[in-house]
């Protein structure tokens, strides 16, 4: 089992960047893969980006591609969401979520384990 905690979030103009920390507990950290996710009033949660366990596969909804990066620390328990060129689109509460999984998981339901989110707020 993993705990998550996200932290980062708050309120940026639009242009501005900031980088979101998904902080996780246990021993096992490197077997999970990570997902980000986001989730604005009154629309459904989207995958944002996706690293499998080993750092070596990463996915980016079009959305995001060229502006976000994920990133992985398992020695330090940690992923990181690297957010560029904000947009007031991107405003969203921000959740990581982990898979104890080899493969590469892309979907909300693909994953088990899930943190409370961070707001991002991007004022135009």
């Known amino acids: 089992q993993v705990q998550l905690i996200e932290s980062g979030g708050g309120l940026v103009q639009a242009g501005d960047s900031l980088r979101l920390t998904c902080a996780a507990s246990?021993?096992?950290?490197?077997?999970?893969?990570i997902g980000w996710f986001r989730q604005a009033p009154g629309k459904e949660r989207e995958s944002v980006a996706a690293?499998?366990?080993?750092?070596?596969?990463?996915y980016y909804a079009d959305s995001v591609k060229g502006r976000f990066t994920i990133s992985r620390d398992n020695a330090k328990n940690s992923v990181y969401l690297s957010m560029s060129s904000l947009k007031s689109e991107d405003t969203a509460v921000y959740y990581c979520?982990?898979?104890?999984?080899?493969?590469?998981?892309?979907?909300?339901?693909?994953?088990?384990?899930w943190g409370q989110g961070t707001q991002v707020t991007v004022s135009s």
């Open positions: 979520a982990a898979r104890d999984n080899s493969g590469f998981l892309w979907r909300p339901r693909d994953y088990d384990y």
């Open positions: 246990g021993r096992t950290f490197s077997s999970y893969a």
């Open positions: 690293i499998s366990r080993s750092g070596s596969n990463i």
